[in-house]
T-cell receptor, first 113, second 115 residues
Framework: EADIYQTPRYLVIGTGKKITLECSQT?????MYWYQQDPGMELHLIHY???????EKGDLSSESTVSRIRTEHFPLTLESARPSHTSQYLC????????????FGPGTRLTVL | AQTVTQSQPEMSVQEAETVTLSCTYD???????LFWYKQPPSRQMILVIR??????QNATENRFSVNFQKAAKSFSLKISDSQLGDTAMYFC????????????FGKGITLSVRP
């Protein structure tokens, strides 16, 4: 079944640690996105990609980085986590053409102590 | 830049009743898409309904329908025969396909369906 996956679902870490949030989709979508969402708040786009080796920064400035080496995989990395990074991170994907619907993963809830 | 405004932070409705969630947006574009997404507690965000701006007919998906008023830049969601499973946060979103197809979200509204 085609879907979009995120791991881990929950992560609690200490300040200064390097972390990578994983996102994979099995729908063959070219476009992928990372959103940051504080509890009960709207989503803000922090990164997006139109395909392999394509990455762009989103509307909200973020200290995280992303890579797109494979179509199905779009990991997000924080080199040195801080308490201000505590948030929920949502990954999404969509086709390059045709339907404009974005499909969302379940999210990773990150807490930095 | 586009903005999406959802001015009601939360609403409550009795099961089987009808509720309308409001959304307004601001854009200078003529061609765009509007969406309502549903985010149940601790569950995945899913698309509820989509409206293309060039279509005058309001979109409908089973119990969900929209009232799209292009001139007023208004896009409300009506949920008929509310069910307990409709309890969720609902986000209105705007997309300009000519601007990298990025979604701009409103702040969302928390809807509670009472048994």
């Amino acid at each position: 079944e085609a879907d979009i996956y995120q791991t881990p679902r929950y992560l609690v870490i200490g300040t200064g640690k390097k972390i990578t949030l994983e996102c994979s989709q099995t729908m063959g979508h070219d476009k992928m996105y990372w959103y940051q969402q504080d509890p009960g708040m709207e989503l803000h786009l922090i990164h997006y990609s139109y395909g392999v080796n394509s990455t762009e920064k989103g509307d909200l400035s973020s200290e995280s980085t992303v890579s797109r080496i494979r179509t199905e995989h779009f990991p997000l990395t924080l080199e040195s986590a801080r308490p201000s990074h505590t948030s929920q991170y949502l990954c999404a994907s969509s086709e390059y053409r045709g339907t404009t619907e974005q499909f969302f993963g379940p999210g990773t809830r990150l807490t930095v102590l | 830049a586009q903005t999406v405004t959802q001015s009601q932070p939360e609403m409550s409705v009795q099961e089987a009743e009808t509720v309308t969630l409001s959304c307004t947006y601001d854009t200078s574009e003529n061609n765009y898409y509007l969406f309502w997404y549903k985010q149940p507690p601790s569950r995945q965000m899913i698309l509820v309904i989509r409206q293309e701006a060039y279509k005058q007919q309001n979109a409908t998906e089973n119990r969900f329908s929209v009232n799209f008023q292009k001139a007023a830049k208004s896009f409300s969601l009506k949920i008929s025969d509310s069910q307990l499973g409709d309890t969720a946060m609902y986000f209105c979103a705007f997309m300009n396909p000519a601007a990298n197809s990025k979604l701009t979200f409103g702040k969302g509204i928390t809807l509670s369906v009472r048994p």
